[in-house]
């Protein structure tokens, strides 16, 4: 049963500092990871989508690698702003016991001014 | 830009009162999906259409609810009774199949708040 661990499950940092936020995944057999962004109470946003074959996707200030084979993705967020403050969620699409998408807990970030 | 509706985004009943969500995907998406949300957790999937054909329902608790797709577009998901370990947020998502399952992200909509009392 795929299973998805999201770490730290809450960060706090300045304005302007790097971060990585973590994602594991048990069963690499996937085709496809997302991270998702969640402001409270809303619904989700798709930030960046990782094909299996693909080891990284860029967006503006993101970037999302994949390690497949370990069961690993990374989110990183460069030079970080208050407006980035959010729950950052991972997901991993495959076909074990039918296709589904399993999302992790999240990371809660706060980017302090 | 097309969007994911929703409705209610807020709802507030007493257990074992019956309670229904509805979704309205982005035109001309074929996949749409209900998920539920714990305070604190990722969503979980409760059902998953094909057009107006259930694909995936197994995690779907059907004693007490139930969705549909009438005419693979819009959809509704329906509590009954409601309990107290429903609250929880309800979001719907839409996925275009022109990419295949492993392109196209899902698109979510703001999701309905339950809180049942």
């Known amino acids: 049963k795929q299973e998805v661990t999201q770490i730290p499950a809450a960060l706090s940092v300045p304005e302007g500092e790097n971060l990585v936020l973590n994602c594991s995944f048990t069963d690499s057999a996937i085709y496809n990871l997302q991270w998702f962004r969640q402001d409270p109470g809303k619904g989700l946003t798709s930030l960046l989508l990782?094909?299996?074959?693909?080891r990284e996707q860029t967006s503006g200030r993101l970037n999302a690698s994949l390690d497949k084979s370990s069961g690993r993705s990374t989110l990183y967020i460069a030079a970080s702003q208050p407006g980035d403050s959010a729950t950052y969620l991972c997901a991993v699409s495959g076909d074990t016991g039918g296709f589904k998408t399993i999302f992790g807990a999240g990371t809660r970030l706060f980017v302090k001014a | 830009e097309a969007e994911v509706a929703q409705s209610p985004r807020y709802k507030i009943t007493e257990k074992s009162q019956a309670v229904a969500f509805w979704c309205d995907p982005i035109s001309g998406h074929a996949t749409l999906y209900w998920y539920r949300q714990i305070l604190g957790q990722g969503p979980e999937l409760l059902v998953q259409f094909q057009d107006e054909s259930v694909v995936d329902d197994s995690q779907l608790p059907k004693d007490r609810f139930s969705a549909e797709r009438l005419k693979g577009v819009d959809s509704t998901l329906k509590i009954q009774p409601a309990e107290l370990g429903d609250s929880a947020m309800y979001l719907c998502?839409?996925?275009?199949?022109?990419?295949?399952?492993?392109?196209?992200?899902?698109?979510f909509g703001p999701g309905t708040r339950l809180l049942v009392l």
């Open positions: 990782i094909q299996s074959s693909q």
């Open positions: 998502a839409s996925r275009s199949a022109s990419g295949g399952e492993y392109q196209e992200t899902q698109y």
